[in-house]
């Protein structure tokens, strides 16, 4: 398949813009800078120059392929609600440029959406809209996309790790070095799902390849690790004290992360497995941050 992928030159794209290209795809990448373009044209990918606010470039790019992985997203989170927005105008444009065939788009989401407090699965669809939780945009675009005809799936991510980033826990290794303590929220029982990168990008070529119209996939190799065992693993590495904040302290603790830090949010993957015969194989969570490049002192 011919496959334009947004954000083929961020931290998943380029793991997914390997796998497609190892597994006999062709990769058309977004790419916004010529730095982006050079790393794209150096992993055997093609290179479309474009943007997420350019939305002739998205339609241009999409109506010239066989399938669509939209990955791309503006990680400024003082401007989340407005991001979130161009993520919906730009699924919207991709969804425009496909429709009348049934080539596949797949959007991203986030585990953490779906239903906190509770275990969630693929057949659940967000508890709440975008009013309340901003990223439930990409969704309902998704949804709005998939109410025209066309052949679109989620897939929701959890913490995508390796030893380089840790999804929002590399944002928590910052804020534990510049605080001087390595805090959780209350008891810390509170879990977040976890994927390994390379099991993430597998997933997403499975999709593409073989996924159904309308389903959600979660790429959850762990449904949840205690945010606790987070913080004393980084306050270990970081020679730093671990402490317990109330949900009020969080807030002045973490910053904007601290909406996140008390989220109790386990994901199952299991009729992901079933449906697409997807077997993550880790490393886990835990072990990569035990490697982590960011907790060297
Ligand atoms: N990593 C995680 O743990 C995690 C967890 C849940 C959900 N997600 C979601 O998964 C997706 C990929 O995440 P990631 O970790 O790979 O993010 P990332 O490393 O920050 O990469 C973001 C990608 O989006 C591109 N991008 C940013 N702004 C753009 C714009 N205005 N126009 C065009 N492209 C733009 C970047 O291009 P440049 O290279 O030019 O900057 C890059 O390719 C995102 O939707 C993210 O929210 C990730």
Not at 37 to 60: I, M, W
Not at 260 to 274: Q, V
């Amino acid at each position: 398949m011919r496959v334009f992928v947004t954000g083929a030159t961020g931290f998943i794209g380029s793991a997914l813009t390997n796998e497609l290209v190892n597994a006999g795809h062709r990769v058309l990448g977004l790419a916004r800078s010529d730095e982006g373009a050079k790393a794209l044209t150096a992993v055997g990918a093609q290179v479309h120059r474009g943007s997420l606010e350019d939305l002739a470039s998205l339609r241009s790019a999409a109506s010239k392929s066989d399938g669509v992985i939209h990955l791309a997203f503006i990680h400024d989170f003082a401007k989340f609600q407005e991001n979130c927005e161009t993520d919906r105008r730009a699924i919207e444009a991709l969804g425009a440029a496909l429709s009348g065939s049934d080539r596949p788009l797949i959007v991203t989401s986030g585990t953490g959406i779906v239903a906190p407090g509770r275990l969630s699965t693929e057949e659940d669809a967000p508890a709440v809209s975008s009013a309340s939780i901003p990223r439930v945009a990409s969704e309902e675009a998704a949804a709005a996309v998939r109410e025209r005809g066309l052949r679109v799936s989620v897939v929701r991510l959890p913490q995508v790790h390796d030893r380089r980033r840790q999804g929002l826990i590399t944002y928590a290794i910052d804020i534990a070095r510049q605080k001087g303590v390595s805090a959780y929220v209350g008891d810390g029982k509170n879990r977040w799902p976890a994927v390994h990168l390379l099991d993430a990008a597998r997933l997403y070529r499975l999709v593409i390849e073989k996924g159904g119209a309308g389903a959600r996939y979660h790429a959850v190799a762990e449904e949840g690790v205690p945010l606790r065992q987070i913080a004393e693993i980084i306050g270990r590495r970081l020679n730093l004290s671990v402490v317990s904040k109330s949900p009020a302290e969080a807030m002045e603790h973490f910053g904007w992360l601290g909406v996140f830090a008390g989220h109790d949010s386990p994901a199952s993957s299991a009729l992901t497995r079933e449906r697409l015969g997807w077997h993550p194989v880790g490393p886990a969570l835990i072990a990569d941050l035990e490697r982590a490049d960011k907790l060297e002192i």
